[in-house]
């Protein structure tokens, strides 16, 4: 069983930035594609993701060009950098983890953290 928990989430005015950061214990780290998502009404969107095993990477239309994620397998964790946050950001963000992942689908990961809350002002 993996464990995934995140930290970094707060309250920032429009154009600031946070980093979030998710930790993984319980299980081989650098045998899954880790991916951040946000929490809708019905679904998780999906937000950025980064593969198991060569640093591929994915983002959202909307966060393309503000967002970065990067991965240290050396600490089992996993970065979500957000630069230029807007309001239409605010939501819980979660981290997840999909044993030898190659999509961005939230229904195909394995583990998920608690989340962690995201507020833009405006």
């Known amino acids: 069983q993996v464990q995934l928990v995140e930290s970094g989430g707060g309250l920032v005015q429009a154009g600031g930035s946070l980093r979030l950061s998710c930790v993984a214990s319980g299980g081989a780290f650098n045998e899954y594609t880790m991916g951040w998502f946000r929490q809708a009404p019905e679904d998780r969107e999906f937000v950025a993701g980064i593969?198991?095993?060569?640093?591929?990477?994915s983002f959202a239309d909307s966060v393309k060009g503000r967002f970065t994620i990067s991965r240290d397998n050396a600490k089992n964790t996993v970065y979500l950098q957000m630069d230029s946050l807007k309001p239409e950001d605010t939501a819980v963000y979660y981290c997840g983890a999909d044993w030898y992942g190659s999509t961005w689908d939230s229904l195909t990961y394995d583990f998920w953290g608690q989340g962690t809350q995201v507020t833009v002002s405006s």
């Open positions: 593969s198991w095993n060569d640093d591929r990477t």
